[in-house]
């Protein structure tokens, strides 16, 4: 464990702007450096900052937006840590009673005719449609609860895509991908990855209808019908521009200014000291040999 001189070196270290630009230059998002800072930041009430940084810095290298966010970057790696810090019980409450119901339900969401038989097409067809509604109702309902946290990282990610393009075209699908590509179809196609306890079984049937569900529900998401890639889902196209604007309401609301009014922080059950430790722990293993046999104060030293 750390002593409070080193504690305070490593803090002096990480708060400055320039190890988060080094960090991003170097490309380094090692869920075992990066996860401990997103937690001690979180706690701290000093990750935003952070992220407006990381923010500029993935502005000034990638042009096409287009393709913002679609990879992984530290900027990328630290909102979608912070997103599973922040947001772990915001999910639960939203996801997962969802998740359990479709797992326990004798029902099957499989509309490619060539997995299924063709007389249970309209069937299935309509189950999804009709768990699919669920799910962004259930969604849209949920803005108001999302933390107060979280909105503000949205808020950000809009305000600053569209001073930076001049233009709000982008801005909702840079939201809608840590939201919804990187946050919640992630958590519908694995729930155990994202610490969702679900009492159903987990079979197979049970993660092809939620494939099937995560698909409609990114699309509708990014705002666009499915295509040649996938012709069986065409028939979907009418639900998912039907659900589009419910959506595009839902993603306006929670990064809109007004959530930032008497905005409280999150507050994670957590060792600081230790979080700091673990992060200095990954850098020992991770340099060379001499490096790693020195004293942690002399490392420290040469950090700088």
Partial sequence: MLNDRQKNKIKSIIEERDFWISLYEANNFKRALVLPLVRYFTNENKIIPIIDDLLDCELEKNHDPKVLFRGNSVTT????????????????????????????????????????????????????????MELITKIYKCANSMPDSLKKLFYLIRTKIESHYCTSQYSHISVTCFLFLRFFCPAILNPQLHSLRIKASLNRYCFRNLTVLAKVLQNIANGVCFGEKELYMVVMNNFVATCIPKILAFVRKVSSVDHLINMTSTKLDIDCTLELSLFVSHLLQNVNEASFNKDLDEFLENMT
Avoid: H, R, W
């Fill in 77 to 132: 790696k630290v909102i979608d840590y912070y997103l599973s810090t922040a947001g772990s019980d915001y999910l639960k409450e939203m996801i997962q009673p969802f998740i359990d119901k479709v797992c326990k339900t004798a029902v099957s969401f499989e509309i490619n005719p060539q997995l299924c038989s063709q007389s249970n097409l309209d069937e299935n067809k309509k189950q999804l449609e009709v768990f699919g």
